[in-house]
């Protein structure tokens, strides 16, 4: 079974930067997208950054300017480089890869960001 690898999550101060990693433990075919997702307790997960195959990308309209999403589909990598964070940015961060074969998406286990100010 898959497991996508999420590393790189942390405590920073407000201004602060973070990349966060992830990579899948096997070689995954037909990735159409990859993203980054964020949850904070009690909310709903949402969309942070999204790549597709054919590298165009969307964020979310709270971190645009600030993140950037990357990937690169034949080492099944998605990154996402946050600069100038916020405290409002302090959530569980969760990478998510879709693939146009059963089970259609894969979902890391979640790393935290903590945003001081």
């Known amino acids: 079974q898959v497991q996508l690898v999420e590393s790189g999550g942390g405590l920073v101060q407000a201004g602060g930067s973070l990349k966060l990693s992830c990579v899948a433990s096997?070689?995954?075919?037909?990735?159409?997208?990859m993203g980054w997702y964020r949850q904070v307790p009690g909310n709903q997960r949402e969309l942070v950054a999204r790549i597709t195959s054919y590298d165009s990308r969307n964020y979310a309209d709270s971190v645009k300017g600030r993140f950037t999403i990357s990937g690169d589909n034949a080492k099944n990598t998605v990154y996402l480089q946050m600069n100038n964070l916020k405290p409002e940015d302090t959530a569980v961060y969760f990478c998510?890869?879709?693939?146009?074969?059963?089970?259609?998406?894969?979902w890391g286990q979640g790393t935290q960001v903590t945003v001081s100010s």
């Open positions: 998510n890869i879709e693939t146009m074969e059963y089970p259609y998406r894969y």
């Open positions: 096997r070689t995954i075919q037909s990735i159409y997208g």
